[in-house]
């Protein structure tokens, strides 16, 4: 490696790709799982199960917290 000075957030960028190059194969296999199920989760899954009815019904926080706490507090 060279005696360049890195800056920091280069060390550490170095320091997680070193890590993840001298990884077994199984774990490699293992961190590909992971970010899948991420990008599957918060990728595809927010934006059709989780739509923006509070905020496209209400205008400000606090007519929001009040709907919330009403629904929860009447069943």
Known sequence: MR???KSPINKILH???DGFRNMPRWAK???LIILFKLLFMF???QPI???KTLS???QTNQERVEHVISDWTSH
């Open 3 to 5: 005696d360049i000075k």
């Open 15 to 17: 320091l997680y790709l």
């Open 29 to 31: 296999l293992l961190w």
């Open 43 to 45: 990728g595809i899954m």
């Open 49 to 51: 199960f989780f739509n």
């Open 56 to 58: 496209n019904k209400y």
